[in-house]
C-alpha cells in the first residue's frame, strides 16, 4: 500500500456549502473518504496534515513555504509521496519555490486545486485530487515514476517551476508553454517520462533560508526616469526586469546609463520576457546588446513566478556574487533552458 501524506493548505478545494447558511466552508479532510468515496477503492494510505487556520493563497509566504519544506523533510521517509492542496492564485510561486527548497528530491511533491468547491455537482475538485494521488503512488521499477515538483490540473501535470496560473474561469487553469507536459491523464494515463527528472541516488537536502528582498520594474512605452529611478535606488539586493521580446529595453541613454549604475554599486538584474512563450536572447538585436554587455542576467525562458523563487531561493543561500550570477542563469531544477 503506498503512503501519501496530504497536505492541505487551503484554497477551492477543499469547500462545501453549509446548507443552513449556504455559504462556503471549510471540510474537515480527516474525513476526507465520506467526500471522496472513489478513495475506498485505491490502494493508497493517506496522512492527512490540515493547516489551522486554513490561508487563502494570496496570503502564502515564504515562512509558510519554509513550514511546507519541514513538513516534507519530517515525513519524507515514511511516505512514498506528498499532495499538497493549494489554492490556485499563488499556487505556482509555492510550487517554484519548493523545487528550489528541495534538493535531491526523489519523491513526488504534487501541488492541485480546483476552480469550483468539492461539494458542486459539476466540480473539478474530485477529479484533481484523485488523479494527482495516483500519479503521486505511481512507481517505475521501484522507484516514484515522477520525483518532482509538479502540479496537476485539469487532466495534466506540469513542472512545478514552469508553470503559471492563466486563467481564473476555465477548469483549465495552468499553463506550461516553454516545457512539456510530464503526465496526460485522460482514458489512459500517459507519462512522458523523457521530459520527467530523475535525480538518481540522491539525498534530500533541504533549503528552508530565503531572501525576498527583490524588486521588480516593469517595462513599458513611455516608462518615465523617475518611475525607474524608485526601483533601481530601491533597497532591493536583486530586480526582475520585465522587458520587451527577446529581452529588449529601450535604447535611450538615460534608461541605460541607469541600468548601469545600479549594477555597478551592487545590483543584481535579471531580465525576463513579458511574453509567455519564447526566451531572452541577450545580444540578439541591438536594443540588449547593451545590456548583455553591462551584466544583466539573462533569465531565458524562466516564468516570472520561477524568476521570483529562484532569486529568493540563492540570496538566502549567501552564495559568492560571481557563483550567484552564474547559478542564476543555469537550470539547476530544470526551470529553464538555454538555446
Not at 485505491?42 to 519541514?70: Q, R, V
Request: with cysteine.
Amino acid at each position: 500500500m503506498t503512503k501519501i501524506f496530504v497536505i492541505y493548505t487551503g484554497g477551492t478545494i477543499g469547500m462545501i456549502t453549509d446548507p443552513e447558511t449556504g455559504a462556503l466552508k471549510p471540510f474537515t479532510f480527516e474525513q476526507i473518504e465520506e467526500n471522496v468515496p472513489e478513495l475506498k477503492r485505491m490502494n493508497c494510505k493517506l496522512t492527512i496534515h490540515s493547516f489551522d487556520p486554513i490561508i487563502d493563497s494570496s496570503n502564502m509566504t515564504p515562512d509558510i513555504w519554509a513550514y511546507l519544506a519541514k513538513l516534507i523533510e519530517d515525513n519524507y521517509e515514511d511516505h512514498d509521496g506528498f499532495l499538497i492542496l493549494h489554492g490556485s492564485d499563488t499556487m505556482a510561486f509555492t510550487a517554484s519555490a519548493l523545487s528550489f527548497m528541495l534538493e535531491g528530491l526523489t519523491k513526488p511533491v504534487i501541488f492541485t486545486g480546483s476552480q469550483l468547491p468539492i461539494s458542486e455537482v459539476r466540480t473539478d475538485a474530485k477529479e484533481n485530487f484523485i488523479t494527482a494521488l495516483e500519479i503521486a503512488s505511481a512507481k517505475l521499477d521501484g522507484r516514484a515514476r515522477v520525483p518532482e515538483v509538479c502540479i496537476y490540473f485539469e487532466n495534466k501535470l506540469y513542472r512545478g517551476n514552469r508553470t503559471f496560473k492563466y486563467n481564473s474561469a476555465k477548469f483549465e487553469a495552468f499553463r506550461s508553454p516553454n516545457y512539456p507536459v510530464l503526465v496526460e491523464a485522460g482514458v489512459h494515463i500517459k507519462y512522458n517520462d523523457a521530459a520527467i527528472g530523475k535525480c538518481e541516488n540522491c539525498i534530500l537536502k533541504v533549503h528552508s533560508n530565503v531572501n525576498n528582498n527583490i524588486g521588480v520594474l516593469k517595462l513599458y512605452p513611455g516608462i518615465s526616469p523617475e518611475i525607474v529611478d524608485v526601483v533601481l535606488n530601491s533597497d532591493a539586493e536583486a530586480i526582475i526586469m520585465e522587458s520587451f521580446g527577446t529581452g529588449n529595453t529601450t535604447t535611450a541613454k538615460w534608461f541605460l546609463d541607469k541600468l548601469e549604475s545600479a549594477i555597478k554599486r551592487g545590483k543584481i538584474i535579471l531580465d525576463i520576457s513579458q511574453c509567455k512563450v519564447g526566451s531572452v536572447e541577450l545580444g540578439r538585436y541591438e536594443t540588449s546588446s547593451e545590456l548583455l554587455r553591462m551584466g544583466v542576467v539573462n533569465g531565458y525562458d524562466m516564468t516570472f513566478e520561477a524568476a521570483v523563487t529562484k532569486l529568493m531561493y540563492l540570496l538566502g543561500r549567501k552564495y559568492p556574487k560571481d557563483r550567484l550570477l552564474r547559478r542564476l542563469s543555469t537550470s539547476i531544477r530544470g526551470e529553464l533552458t538555454k538555446h
